[in-house]
């Protein structure tokens, strides 16, 4: 079964201060989606990533897909407080968009 | 666009009784949903596929007959807890895929507690 590993487990920034989170898989990654949760809410979909080196960004927040390497990164620009909260990447392990498996998630918590 | 919605967002109920939380997409259709739970401070475990107009698939260890689900149309897909037991005391989220984009969505999840 694929394995998704998140990097780091918990990160602790300055308010204003980027910060790279990553997720690497075990096999090939047909999908990858992004999604930011508040403990105890619901998953905010971010971004969704296809094969092929693909790029995409939102407002202060952009995500790669890197198919060679089977990992993805989420790249945070000048952090708010806003952005704090778990991320979580979510891996479509066979194509066609089926059932997602999770990584155990990013804990981002940004300090003023 | 793309808004999920669950109903309860929380619920307590006894040992027991049965349990079913609503899953709904609020402004597209959604041939298949998703069911998963999710244990404090831990990532999200798939527990069953559901898709419109046919049984669901269940993710091996989950008992079908205690998670009931029913996907009766494009918008509504529900879980049923059947017998409850404290062990079931979880969050619940469910999620819904787009059909042309193949983004999921996720709703809000329903926090049960069983006592």
């Known amino acids: 079964s694929q394995e998704l590993e998140q990097s780091p487990q918990s990160l602790i920034v300055q308010e204003g201060k980027n910060l790279t989170i990553n997720c690497t898989s075990s096999k090939t990654l047909y999908g990858l989606y992004w999604y930011k949760q508040k403990y105890g809410e619901g998953l905010i979909f971010l971004m969704m990533?296809?094969?092929?080196?693909e790029e995409k960004s939102h407002e202060k927040i952009t995500a790669k897909l890197d198919e060679k390497k089977q990992q993805s990164s989420l790249h945070i620009t000048a952090s708010q407080p806003s952005h704090a909260g778990i991320y979580l990447c979510?891996?479509?392990?066979?194509?066609?968009?089926?059932?997602?498996?999770f990584g155990q998630g990013t804990r981002l918590t940004i300090n003023p | 666009g793309a808004v999920v919605s669950q109903h309860p967002s929380r619920v307590i109920c006894k040992s027991g009784t049965s349990v079913k939380i609503e899953c709904r997409s609020l402004?597209?259709?959604?041939?298949?949903m998703f069911w998963y739970r999710q244990f404090p401070k831990q990532s999200l475990m798939l527990m069953a596929t559901?898709?419109?107009?046919?049984?669901?698939?269940?993710e091996q260890g989950v008992e079908k007959d205690k998670f009931l689900i029913n996907h009766a149309s494009l918008t509504l897909s529900t879980l049923t807890v059947t017998s409850a037991h404290p062990e079931d005391s979880s969050f619940y989220i469910c999620s819904a895929r787009f059909h042309r984009t193949y983004e999921q969505y996720f709703g809000p999840g329903t926090r049960l507690t069983v006592t």
């Open positions: 990533l296809q094969k092929g080196g």
């Open positions: 979510g891996a479509d392990p066979h194509g066609g968009a089926q059932k997602l498996v």
């Open positions: 402004d597209f259709q959604a041939t298949t």
């Open positions: 559901s898709n419109e107009g046919s049984k669901a698939t269940y």
